[in-house]
């Protein structure tokens, strides 16, 4: 196993220079979005704690982007800059100096570039390392960098080789070339021996979470990962009360924001059967024992794409034997229809109608009055 060390907290990039970055959660990311955004940050140094230390691999936690991510870096037993009287992270740190004329005395130091920084193999001594990443996005959304890791210790494959190899070629061919394999058995045994984060979904992202949520009989696409999780945290709870009037209920709310009236048959059927208006309940609700009506405001799904996509996903929910109806509520009042006084309709006076080409007449303008 590799022992690291790593850059992956705000206050640890906060310690280095940052430019045209923002913090992004523990992480960071572009200022600026759109046509070619470009930013840069210089770390603070690594410490590998002797002089002529050989700093070998060096990796980056980011996400897959439109653009690049180049990496530069060089090492040294002795990082104070002759001209300053400082060490360099020092002088990166000091408020008084301006991040132009920062970049423009360190830049030069930082000899050792790669254009593709996730995965690097520097091959640099020295006691202190700076690194420096530069971020170039060309499209699509900003990345997030979330860790900087430099490997300081471990065993590696030429160790295993005899002592000749061993100790002839630390700096040399074989140590290069064996380094590709080396990396690639460590990243295996290290998702190997993480394994249980994969199943962790306050850890997941994306698809994966996505995956975790399907587990536990969550399939909510136009979830964000946040409220993703929150769901998946109540997935338990929610079998209790699932397609029960209350969790059918809490499905609508979270698909539409709205929390809905739901008229089951069972709560019309004595006015069906014995009240004075038993031929407009009929119309209104129908006679079928497994059909219950889901009331929504119909500014809730304002396109019939949403409605298509509001049924399919109902449909999933309520049990198999019963069949709900979609019945969206117009904020007007239609005489016999699904008028409900404070749900989309209120009492209130009337609006005076003024006749002209300019003018039509709405669903809540009253014919009469003083005249205007």
């Known amino acids: 196993m590799d022992n690291y060390l790593v850059v992956n907290r705000r206050s640890d990039f906060a310690a280095g220079l940052l430019v045209n970055l923002r913090p992004e959660g523990e992480g960071l990311t572009l200022k600026e979005t759109g046509g070619i955004a470009r930013g840069c940050v210089y770390l603070p140094r690594l410490d590998g704690g002797k002089r002529d230390f050989a700093w070998t ?46 970049t423009g005395v360190a830049d030069p130091l930082y000899r050792t570039g790669f ?22 996005c ?7 960098l979330r860790a900087v890791r430099a490997r300081v210790g471990g065993d590696h494959m030429l160790d295993y080789l005899p002592a000749v190899y061993a100790r ?45 949520a399907s587990w536990v009989g969550v399939n909510e696409p136009h979830l964000n990962d946040e409220e993703l999780r929150e769901v998946v ?28 009236y739901l008229v089951e048959h069972f709560r019309v059927e004595p006015m069906q059967l014995s009240g004075k208006d038993a031929a407009l309940y009929i119309r209104l609700f129908g006679t079928q ?44 009042v239609y005489l016999d229809a699904h008028t409900y006084l404070g749900v989309n309709s209120v009492i209130s006076g009337h ?22």
């Open 138 to 144: 060309t499209g699509g959304p900003p990345p997030v």
């Open 233 to 260: 945290r109540g997935a338990v709870a929610g079998y209790e009360r699932a397609q029960t009037p209350e969790g059918i209920k809490r499905r609508v709310q979270r698909l539409t924001g709205a929390r809905p």
């Open 57 to 102: 691999r060096l990796t980056l936690d980011i996400d897959e982007f439109e653009g690049m991510a180049r990496v530069s870096a060089f090492a040294a037993d002795n990082d104070v800059l002759p001209e300053e009287g400082v060490s360099l992270q020092d002088y990166l740190r000091d408020p008084y100096v301006p991040p132009s004329v920062k």
């Open 289 to 332: 024992e497994n059909v219950f009506h889901i009331l929504l405001l119909a500014r809730c799904l304002p396109t019939q794409e949403a409605v298509k996509d509001f049924r399919e996903a109902i449909d999933n929910v309520i049990p198999a034997d019963t069949q709900a109806e979609l019945v969206l509520l117009k904020d007007s």
């Open 168 to 212: 002839s070629d630390r700096d040399g061919f074989l140590f290069r070339f064996l380094s590709v394999f080396d990396a690639m058995v460590k990243d295996l045994e290290a998702r190997i021996d993480h394994f249980e984060q994969n199943l962790d979904f306050d850890k997941q992202t994306g698809e994966n979470l996505r995956y975790l």
């Open 115 to 136: 254009v593709d920084g996730r995965d690097v193999l520097l091959n640099l001594r020295g006691r202190y390392l700076y690194v420096k990443v530069e971020i170039v």
């Open 351 to 372: 609006t005076g109608a003024a006749i002209d080409r300019r003018a039509a007449i709405q669903y809540d303008t009253v014919i009469g009055g003083e005249p205007k």
